[in-house]
């Protein structure tokens, strides 16, 4: 068929996958996130202490202590993430699969994982927003940490997603 070869290493189809919709919402809601993180910083940098909390427990408290320059990690971390898994969102033939990738079946996979890959791009990148937030709001003394629902809440967003996606790809194997 027209658009499909195999990758000879695997035996998988290689697909034209176009982008939908999801693919553009994907991109710009992880966007927006990092826009808002630059800008928090930009706006309060003036208006930090030299020292900032670097690291919190799981309970959210603050347990770590450095130079606010060390907040810059989290939109650099944030724009890799994002320029990692939009690059690879394109290859989705190269990912590892829990069940044989046929014919029949690629298509329904790929635009699985390619899913899959935007929603946790969307949810790490809003996580590092937060995290930016509310260092700065710990570090100007408005609150004293990130909240013991942070670490939960993010593990089951995280953790449902790539079950949701297991189900699903199950469902379509």
Not at 67 to 78: D, M
Not at 86 to 96: E, I, K
Not at 107 to 131: N, P, S, V
Request: hydrophobic residues 50%.
């Amino acid at each position: 068929m027209l658009g499909r070869i195999f990758n000879k290493s695997s035996n998988r189809p290689v697909m034209d996958m176009t982008r939908t919709y999801w693919d553009w919402f994907f991109d710009a809601a992880s966007l927006v996130g990092l826009i808002l993180m630059v800008s928090i910083l930009i706006y309060y940098w003036p208006r930090l202490p030299e020292t900032i909390p670097t690291h919190f427990n799981f309970s959210g408290e603050a347990d770590g202590w450095g130079s606010k320059s060390t907040l810059l990690i989290l939109p650099i971390s944030g724009l890799a993430l994002y320029a990692i898994l939009t690059v690879v969102g394109f290859f989705p033939h190269t990912y590892n699969y829990p069940w044989k990738i046929t014919e029949k079946n690629a298509r329904d996979q790929y635009r699985l994982a390619q899913l899959l890959m935007g929603w946790l791009k969307i949810e790490l990148t809003w996580m590092f927003l937060y995290l930016v937030w509310q260092t700065v709001k710990v570090s100007l003394g408005h609150v004293d940490g990130l909240g013991m629902v942070f670490a939960p809440v993010f593990l089951a967003v995280v953790f449902g997603t790539i079950g949701i996606y297991f189900y699903l790809s199950f469902r379509v194997r």
